[in-house]
């Protein structure tokens, strides 16, 4: 079993810098030198600590299912709904892909993501590489950044303060057992040291990245630009057109996301007001700039500010998800508010709009490759 006693040489997957890594001590990291990418870490008994925190999340997971989430009365009237409900009532208003998308942000891959960890932990603790193992190690790497319960849980209680001045809302068993949940499964990851297992898993040396070549190069720069075009396209209809639909005494009320921020703003809700400005409409132009910006740069073979760009695109790569808070806000107070004639709320168009760019802005700073950065492209093989 690979231990933090024993040396290792890691090529920077976003540099393509070789590495050698001495033994490590209890929290400390490994950085690289050239562009500061966190390289490999060491927590006493982390592995033990993930696998706990992963089969907590999981327990927590299947509590949050079955018991009411939370409760909306007003007007002597009250409904309640399960984690399901909100989903159901998204298919039922025909938006089924939101439902989808939600699903799978929320529960779905998350539950795929402790799994994975699970198997990994079990097999790294015991000493066992089984078959599957490098399969379920790359899906893990692949679906944690798509992983978004806590994202969710952030827009839940964005929800709750949006609808305290139309009504009374209680939790139920359920919404504490999905902050327990999200709580674990962030936990688990934190403790769970990707390199550090692949590099056991792999026998003490991990897998090169695929070199750089003319050709992959230009293929990366013109993938990032068609996305960041189409990101910036879908990003009008998702603010100029309603991204909910509130139906109070009979009488419409479309609002759009600055709609929204201003009428928090204006009813005193700074702190939310503030949050829902930043996730939906200062991350997603800010990304769209600064992979831009990136892109741009190394199209036309920049050599300044090189660290700079490199912590601008981890930072791009950070923070991207959270733009889904306005998303999910919509899909709870959808399934939330439903009080026939007297006050429900409703999908808008702007929903799957805004949800498109947030996805297509995540996979754009997957496409761009990092390592263009610090390689001379002129310099690169056919």
Known sequence: ?????QPVTITCEQCYTDVSIPALNHCQQALCP??????????NAGFQHSLAFALSALLFLVLSLPFNFLIFKSNGQQHSIHISDALNVLVQQDYVSLAVITALAILIIPCIVLIGIVFLCTGYLANRRAPSSRQWYKTVKILSQWSMAEVFMVGTLVSLIKVTSMAEVSFGLSFFA???FAGCLTMSLVNFDKNRLGLWLYKGRLPKPEPVTRDTAAISIQRTWALLLAA??????????????????????????IGGVITLWQSGSYPVALVI??????????KIAILS???FTVQHQHSRGKRTRARFYRLTEAIGRWSMIDVFVVAILVGLIRLGNTISVYPGPAALAFCAVVFVTMIAAITFDSR??????KALND
């Open 293 to 295: 910006w990136l892109n």
């Open 1 to 5: 079993m690979h231990n933090q006693g």
């Open 34 to 43: 050239t562009c500061h990418h966190d390289l490999l870490s060491f927590r």
């Open 277 to 286: 400005l930043i996730a939906s409409v200062i991350v997603p132009i800010g």
């Open 232 to 257: 910036t396209v879908l990003y009008i209809p998702a603010n100029t057109l309603p991204i909910m639909h509130t139906q109070l005494f009979g009488n419409d009320e479309p609002s759009t996301i």
């Open 178 to 180: 999905f902050i327990g």
């Open 372 to 377: 263009l950065i610090w390689i001379n492209r």
